[in-house]
């Protein structure tokens, strides 16, 4: 199994605090992605890192920031949560970032914001 | 923007064979990539295709066709272990944006 953790697993927050989420690789993998997946709505990607210090918005970026100082670490952070960001949310990485290589999953962590 | 879809269920019967379609509109094409989601689990990945046809692995294929924006995942030989979410996914504006179909539920009955 390809290394990759999220922590936590799971949490509970208030509305309006901030969060945030970590993704840990020891791949050495050059990509790295946060999707959120919610009923319906499939897999939708938040944000993603193409190298450290490099990152891009995806389709659902709005009230997230990301940030990625070193080559294992992604984090995710919610700036001010809200009940709509309540989901479960996966950490991604790949090799070569192309649609043909094998992007591996984190095991996923489900946040509720009550 | 960019966009791929795919029927919300299917249901088929054990030893069966299912085809779960998938359309896509991107703005730029590299490729268009197949995974397997169970319950509560993480999305693995099952198959790839770069070039129009078909390809094969073991009781799985994936088909596309460029010209007609489409792909398509075969399923043989269907097993109630392969009752799961399948999602596509392509490149969005570009080849590392990693864009994922709303996802496919597939029910294997007896």
């Known amino acids: 199994d390809a290394g990759i953790t999220q922590s936590p697993r799971h949490k509970v927050t208030e509305t309006g605090t901030p969060v945030t989420l970590r993704c840990h690789q020891t791949?050495?993998?050059?990509?790295m992605y946060w999707y959120r997946q919610d009923p319906g709505h499939g897999l939708r990607l938040i944000h993603y890192?193409?190298?450290?210090?490099?990152?891009d918005k995806g389709e659902v970026s709005d009230g997230y920031s990301v940030s990625r100082s070193k080559t294992e670490d992604f984090l995710l952070t919610l700036e001010s949560a809200t009940s709509s960001q309540t989901s479960v949310y996966f950490c991604?990485?790949?090799?070569?970032?192309?649609?043909?290589?094998?992007?591996?999953f984190g095991q996923g962590t489900r946040l509720t914001v009550v | 923007g960019q966009s791929l879809e795919q029927p919300s269920e299917v249901t088929a019967v054990e030893g069966a064979i299912v085809q779960i379609n998938c359309t896509y509109q991107?703005?730029?094409?590299?490729?268009l990539s197949w995974y397997q989601q169970h319950d509560g689990g993480a999305p693995t990945f099952l198959s790839y295709n770069a070039l129009d046809g078909l390809e094969e692995t073991g009781r799985f294929s994936s088909f596309l066709s460029r010209s007609d924006s489409y792909g398509y995942l075969l399923l043989q030989e269907l097993q109630m272990k392969d009752s799961a979410s399948y999602f596509c996914a392509g490149g969005g504006d570009s080849s590392y944006k990693l864009i994922f179909g709303s996802g496919t539920r597939l029910l294997v009955r007896p």
């Open positions: 991107t703005s730029g094409f590299y490729g």
């Open positions: 791949e050495n993998h050059r990509y």
């Open positions: 991604a990485i790949s090799d070569s970032g192309t649609v043909n290589t094998e992007a591996f």
């Open positions: 890192s193409y190298g450290v210090k490099d990152t």
